[in-house]
């Protein structure tokens, strides 16, 4: 199984930009659908975005779509999230999560296999 370290959460203004990162150990990375959700203060956890497994597919919120993009880097074990046009409404901890039976478009987090411990990235208006 994968563990996971995100990175590149901040404090950002609104309308600006971040790049969050999430750094997988083991060779089985690849073999992983990957997802970004986040939880804000008093709300349940919410899928973000998804990719699969090469790449290829790439799946959104709708609340983020347009916005923000998720890309994986397999020779690297990094998947990424680049976040633009921030909102406050973004303020969140971010998680990635690790989905061996998926291919990014599963939105349940329980379905997911492996979570790293969040970064936190605040939006100030």
């Known amino acids: 199984q994968v563990q996971l370290v995100e990175s590149g959460g901040g404090l950002v203004q609104a309308g600006g930009s971040l790049r969050l990162s999430c750094a997988a150990s083991?060779?089985?990375?690849?073999?992983?659908?990957m997802g970004w959700f986040r939880q804000a203060p008093g709300k349940e956890r919410e899928f973000v975005a998804g990719v699969s497994q090469s790449g290829g597919n790439t799946y959104y919120a709708d609340s983020v779509k347009g916005r923000f993009t998720i890309s994986r880097d397999n020779d690297k074990n990094t998947v990424f999230l680049q976040m633009n046009s921030l909102k406050p409404e973004d303020t969140a901890v971010y998680y990635c999560a690790a989905d061996r039976a998926g291919w990014g478009n599963r939105r349940q987090e329980r379905l997911y296999d492996a979570w790293g411990q969040g970064t936190q990235v605040t939006v100030s208006s």
């Open positions: 083991g060779r089985t990375f690849r073999m992983y659908a």
